[in-house]
């Protein structure tokens, strides 16, 4: 598939990552309260949708210990491997769960994340998010020893604030070591990194910023608007935050559809591209795909690419989520 954007720097690290790669949260299965998020995925079709990623381009997959207990990990390593990749050929990022945990638990659970992913290993290794007992220092300490012990190649944190992020990248400046990527929320209908102070500092650091949910958990596909009975039929735990957003984000979701009709491609697609392309080589996305349309979807944002204006046009429909 055609690529015309190349690979992006991860931080200041040297791994190289397309700028865009596929989360695989959908492969949590429907266990535990993911039952409310996502509905069950069989082996086969997680098999398929790496496929297509790969094939499609995408050469970095985003996964984490909390989705369905390693069930994601574990499916990602087993479609890599039906698809014929070795080590070298793909990158992955895992993610620690600080929840009620302290630093300490970081090296006690790390042969369990290699062990769910193995043969493949883990190029980047976060810290999923603020809630742990420990401070940031004593985690990227915990993470440098990883590094150092070669059971992670580079580390990122997730749902850092500016003051958080800053601490962790210095805390690892201490080890030699850089902060490779803080994970946040960011999309057109999510802008709060761009007015808090996240993305500055991460432009001043090096540091990319990973846009998870950058497809607002699917509203900006459009789907939800124009055919009820999509929003009747998801789960749940989606349904109650897109029941509320539909009719406020419906001028923004038209001028998606009506730029998507001019490239010949879909409103999801242009959503996606704009993040690409909005902060230059500072931001990478990894939107979810729960079929192999979806997959190769995301993988053919990187064959396009929108006008100034276009560009413009969609910052002005979406200034109010900043
Ligand atoms: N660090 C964190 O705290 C955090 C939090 C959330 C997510 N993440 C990561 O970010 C990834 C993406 O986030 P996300 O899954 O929350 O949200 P997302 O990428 O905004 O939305 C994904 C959903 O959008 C729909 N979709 C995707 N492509 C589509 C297309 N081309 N056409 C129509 N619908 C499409 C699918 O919905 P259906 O399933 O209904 O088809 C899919 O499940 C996750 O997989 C995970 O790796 C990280």
Redesign the pocket.
């Known amino acids: 598939m055609k690529n015309i954007f190349g690979t992006r720097r991860l931080g200041r690290t040297d791994l190289q990552v397309t700028p865009v790669g596929l989360?695989?949260?959908?492969f949590a299965g429907a266990t535990g309260i993911w039952r409310l998020i996502?509905d069950e995925m069989d082996t086969p079709e997680m098999h398929a949708i790496v496929r297509a990623a790969l094939e499609g381009g995408i050469n970095w997959f985003?996964?984490a210990e909390i989705y369905g207990r390693g069930r994601s990990e574990e499916g990602l390593a087993s479609g890599l491997k039906a698809a014929g990749k070795a080590d070298d050929e793909v990158r992955i990022a895992t993610k620690w769960m600080p929840l009620l945990r302290t630093a300490g638990n970081i090296r006690k659970t790390i042969g369990e994340r290699k062990r769910r992913l193995a043969p493949y290993s883990i190029d980047l290794y976060y810290v999923?998010?603020a809630t742990g007992f420990s401070s940031p220092e004593a985690e990227m300490n915990a993470m440098a020893d990883l590094v150092e012990a070669g059971d992670i190649r580079t580390v990122g944190v997730?749902?850092f604030d500016e003051a958080r992020m800053r601490r962790a990248h210095g805390a690892l400046a201490e080890r030699g070591i850089p902060l490779a990527a803080n994970?946040m929320e960011f999309?057109l209908l999510n802008r709060k990194i761009e007015a808090d102070g996240v993305l500055d500092a991460a432009r001043e650091l090096g540091i990319t910023i990973v846009a998870?949910?950058?497809?607002?958990?699917?509203l900006l596909?459009g789907?939800f608007h124009y055919d009820p009975d999509v929003l009747k039929n998801?789960p749940i735990g989606r349904r109650l935050y897109l029941q509320r957003m539909i009719e406020k984000t419906r001028p923004l979701i038209d001028a998606l559809g009506s730029i998507a009709r001019s490239h010949e491609t879909?409103a999801?697609q242009v959503a996606l591209n704009w993040l690409i392309q909005v902060h230059g080589e500072t931001v990478v996305v990894?939107?979810?795909?729960?079929?192999v349309s979806?997959a190769e979807?995301?993988a053919a944002v990187m064959g396009f690419k929108l006008t100034t204006d276009e560009i413009d046009r969609l910052d002005q429909l979406s200034k109010q989520y900043r």
């Open positions: 989360g695989v949260m959908q996502f985003d996964t999923h998010n997730s749902n994970q999309s998870y949910s950058p497809l607002a958990r699917g596909t789907k998801t879909t999801a990894i939107p979810g795909a729960s079929s979806q979807e995301a």
